[in-house]
């Protein structure tokens, strides 16, 4: 009998491994929106407005298959700075690829991290651990690394927005995990309901809609690399640290790349990675490795306090 406990207890799953799992399976799915933003069946969409017109339908569809998965909902005024955060997140990130590069505006929202690890420990009073800090000091290295290539000739304002989005980013993980008692996927679906919401007039505005297999490119994009990976990443959370979840969110712009390029590569239109690219996330990657080596890395998390 007590070796059966004991191998039992060796099978055992601990809330903490499953909550990383979860926001390791989003960070992977949300790493696939190269594959889908890239895709060369949307090229006949004029540029300057083709970024809003994939968030809508992105989010849209996010809505739809999130609606059959509400389970509770749960009304509370706290839902009122969520939505609010992750409208501005939508809106300051699209802004910065406006005005600058789609790759300079993904990293400028992963400098996150950093923010999520001053809010949530004057908020929340989760004390990074010594490895946390390692992690940071490197993805930090390595972001910085990778923005003083892409900074060079960069617009200003797209910079000032591109930041912005990190800040609001930042605000989603910790009012996620803030809300960690409320239906995950409720929360998600509020948050991509009121994104479709507000992204509409550009739809009529433009005037221009799916035709033909842009709907399964579409359909896949909102279900597939940001509705069911936002609803694993708010169920992970609620089970770990708001700075830890942001580490491991790291995963997602570092398989972009990748992603981007065993789907397109043969495109007459593919640009490889950067030689500065690859060197920051190795950096990233190695204190993503640090961080999960050691006995540190099982430690329990402290409750977060709602109220």
């Known amino acids: 009998m007590p070796e059966a406990d004991s191998s039992a207890n060796a099978n055992y799953l601990s809330p903490l491994w499953r909550g990383r799992l979860l926001i390791i399976a ?35 569809f996010a809505a739809l298959i999130l609606m059959l998965m509400v389970r509770k909902i749960q009304w509370t005024w706290k839902l009122i700075p969520m939505v609010t955060t992750f409208a501005l997140m939508n809106w300051t990130y699209l802004t910065g690829m406006v005005y600058c590069e789609s790759t300079l505006a993904i990293w400028l929202q992963y400098t996150a991290p950093a923010w999520v690890f001053l809010i949530s420990w004057f908020w929340f009073g989760e004390r990074p651990v010594k490895r946390d800090w390692v992690l940071l000091v490197f993805a930090s290295v390595g972001v910085v690394i990778i923005l003083r290539a892409e ?13 912005a989005s ?94 981007v390029f065993v789907a397109w590569h043969q495109s007459p239109e593919y ?37």
Not at 151 to 163: I, Q
Not at 275 to 304: D, E, H, M, N
Request: avoid cysteine; aromatic fraction near 14%; glycine fraction near 10%.
């Open 26 to 60: 989003a960070a992977l799915m949300w790493s696939t929106s190269g594959f889908f933003a890239k895709a060369p069946i949307f090229d006949q969409w004029p540029e300057e407005s083709r970024g809003l017109l994939l968030a809508f339908w992105r989010a849209f």
């Open 151 to 163: 900074l060079f000739g960069a617009s200003l304002v797209g910079v000032r927005y591109g930041l």
């Open 166 to 259: 990190g800040v609001f980013f930042a605000g989603v993980v910790v009012m996620l995990r803030w809300l960690k008692d409320y239906d995950a996927a409720w929360l998600v679906f509020l948050n991509h309901a009121v994104t479709a919401l507000v992204l509409t007039p550009v739809l009529i505005q433009t005037d221009i809609y799916p035709t033909g297999s842009q709907w399964v490119y579409l359909a896949g994009f909102g279900m597939l690399q940001i509705g069911i990976p936002y609803l694993l990443f708010a169920r992970g959370v609620s089970a770990v640290s708001s700075h830890e979840a942001s580490g491991l969110t790291l995963l997602e712009p570092l398989l972009v790349p990748v992603w």
């Open 271 to 307: 640009t490889p990675p950067a030689l500065t690219t690859i060197l920051g996330g190795g950096l990233i990657l190695a204190g993503l490795l640090f961080r999960y080596l050691g006995k540190t890395a099982g430690r329990k998390i402290k409750p977060v306090k709602a109220d």
